[in-house]
T-cell receptor, first 116, second 111 residues
Framework: DTGVSQNPRHKITKRGQNVTFRCDPI?????LYWYRQTLGQGPEFLTY????????KSRLLSDRFSAERPKGSFSTLEIQRTEQGDSAMYLC??????????????FGQGTRLTVV | KQEVTQIPAALSVPEGENLVLNCSFT??????LQWFRQDPGKGLTSLLL?????REQTSGRLNASLDKSSGRSTLYIAASQPGDSATYLC??????????FGKGTSLLVTP
């Protein structure tokens, strides 16, 4: 499978616990994005990496959220001290960035987080 | 404020009908626009990408058009099938790298 891969697919955690999600982008893609989607809404942008550099962060990304992309390959999204409001689908996407062109973004299957 | 709106929120059609899904955006200075399909509980599948310099893109039974001056895009689905039932999302990239999504149109194609 050469698509975007996300693990785990589902995560149930108790409020206050920390969770970490992993995203493996399409291998040649240098751009990686994290989005969050709640029921009945479109995905909302969280953060963007170009190679290993985190270039853009949404105001939605509170201090409890941190994302990394070491070596410009896979990425992790960690949520500390989870709250019930963090329950959502977390989606990862990747694209191939080229000068003066915005290429197609491909999404993974998402990680569904439930905070109880 | 830059916003993306999709109307209608839900649509039900009998199999075989041609249909149009609408997407409107508030700022015409877009880089590109992308249409996605999302099945319940799943991730997003890219359908079509239209660059700001393009007027339309086609893939199989799907045709997407872009009119920047009026802030509109349409996704045309020909000869709809029950397997087309899903939520269709429109996403716009303005400045920066984020895709800005509408809330989607939930499509049901009945046999």
């Amino acid at each position: 499978d050469t698509g975007v891969s996300q693990n785990p697919r589902h995560k149930i955690t108790k409020r206050g616990q920390n969770v970490t999600f992993r995203c493996d982008p399409i291998s040649e893609h240098n751009r990686l994005y994290w989005y969050r989607q709640t029921l009945g809404q479109g995905p909302e942008f969280l953060t963007y990496f170009q190679n290993e550099a985190q270039l853009e962060k949404s105001r939605l990304l509170s201090d409890r959220f941190s994302a990394e992309r070491p070596k410009g390959s896979f990425s992790t999204l960690e949520i500390q001290r989870t709250e019930q409001g963090d329950s959502a689908m977390y989606l990862c996407a990747s694209s191939l960035g080229r000068v003066l062109m915005n290429t197609e973004a491909f999404f993974g299957q998402g990680t569904r987080l439930t905070v109880v | 404020k830059q916003e993306v709106t999709q109307i209608p929120a839900a649509l039900s059609v009998p199999e075989g009908e041609n249909l149009v899904l609408n997407c409107s955006f508030t700022d015409s200075a877009i880089y590109n626009l992308q249409w996605f399909r999302q099945d319940p509980g799943k991730g997003l599948t890219s359908l079509l990408l239209i660059q700001s310099s393009q007027r339309e893109q086609t893939s199989g039974r799907l045709n997407a058009s872009l009119d920047k001056s009026s802030g509109r895009s349409t996704l045309y689905i020909a000869a709809s099938q029950p397997g087309d039932s899903a939520t269709y999302l429109c996403a716009v990239r303005w400045s920066g790298y984020a895709l800005n999504f509408g809330k989607g149109t939930s499509l049901l194609v009945t046999p």
